[in-house]
């Protein structure tokens, strides 16, 4: 395997996974942000995203030599054969993705990359950001590449070095293949097309997963009305390769850094191309309908009736990240959920193991302690599937809270062991 100098703009969770598990793989790899203290930190091996392995694959990168960080583009792609573009491209007004970041990224970096050097946008781009950064650019020396990632928090380093697919999009198929060298060794399928169709798979991809989720989480409601059980019927459709298990878990809704964003710039792409995209649409809308109806689940476990007053009732809430397995709170649906229960009136203490307590999160307070999080609580609302939730002293909690109601939002706690320690349990698609 060659190995390429490549620079890395960005080191949130793409840019920091992309430099780290690149480095890995034997290139040399610098790394820019333009944030000085982070810089600082990530030299001395300190990374702060909770993120399994990232932390023991900076640390190997430095040690070795491979992997380095400094302080803006500039200074790093001076002698570099690739330029990977990890850049927020948070969503921007009426959903499209918001670009400033990339732009800035290419006007900073145009008169400094070396000639044949290729430039490979990684973020979740709108289709024609290759064609738009090529413009940018001006430099016909300098190819374009739309390389789209397909990391899950909580699981990027594993995705990255275990990929389903490496997708490249490019005009110029020697540039293309340069890219997908660079992945040589991680044996992974590779699709080799054109820049708009790469960038279109990214959003195709993650709106179909959003649609299966929004799916599930009608097909439960409709289960608690005839009353069929959401487990066996997930099992029983997942067993078909056609559909498959993932994905088919009901919960309080979808979120995080990508879902939402992605959605609402694929219906403005749609819109763009006067294309009146209605299943991704009410996909959406099921989506926020679904956070109004755990709300709904919490009123009727609490006050036994169906639109009950949550005035001064006081609410556990365990788990507030928008996944297990990371502390990203971006769009989290338990952070959605919380905030429609404080309007309700409702007031509200949390626990999740990714947070310390004092976390300020405005409607929630924060604690350290489960236990202490249950102490006089009217309920326990589970938010987010931390499976750390399973094992807790479900006996001493019915001690502690004022009423032993439990709202299972994630289908993680067996019924049965959750009653036998004196709960009433309320779930999902189950009667």
Known sequence: MFVRRIAVVGTGYVGLTTGACLASLGHRVVCADVDERK????????????????????????ASGRLSFVLGASAAVADAEVVFLCVPTPMGVGGIADLAAVESVVDETRDLLPSGCVIVNKSTVPVGTAVRTAELLRRDDVAVVSNPEFLREGSA????????????????QDAAERVAALYARLG????????????????????????????????????????ANITDVTEGMGYDKRIGQAFLNPGPGWGGSCLPKDTHAMLQVADAADFEFRLLRATIDTNERQRQRMVE???????????????????????????????????????????MLKQAGAELVGY?????????????????????MAKDVDALIVLTEWPDFRSLDWPRLAETVRQPVVVDTRNILDPDVIRRAGFTCTSLGRR
């Open 39 to 62: 810089i600082e930190r990530l030299s001395r091996g300190e990374v702060d995203i909770l993120e399994p392995r990232l932390a023991e694959l900076v640390a190997e990168g430095l």
């Open 157 to 172: 380093v594993h995705d990255f070095l275990n990929p389903d697919r490496i997708v490249v999009g490019c005009d110029q």
């Open 188 to 227: 992974a399928p590779t699709v080799l097309t054109d820049a708009a169709s790469a960038e279109m798979v990214k959003y195709a991809a993650n709106c179909f997963l959003a649609m299966k989720l929004s799916y599930v989480n009608a097909v439960a409601e409709l289960c608690e009305r005839l009353g």
């Open 297 to 339: 689940k919490v009123r009727l476990a609490v006050t036994g009736k169906r639109g009950g007053s949550l005035s001064h009732v006081r609410l556990g809430l365990l788990g507030l990240t928008f996944k297990a397995g990371t502390d990203d709170l971006r769009d989290s649906p338990s952070l959605a959920v919380a905030a």
């Open 352 to 372: 999740d193991p990714a947070l310390s307590g004092g976390t300020d999160l405005g409607s929630v307070s924060v604690v350290d302690d489960p236990y202490q």
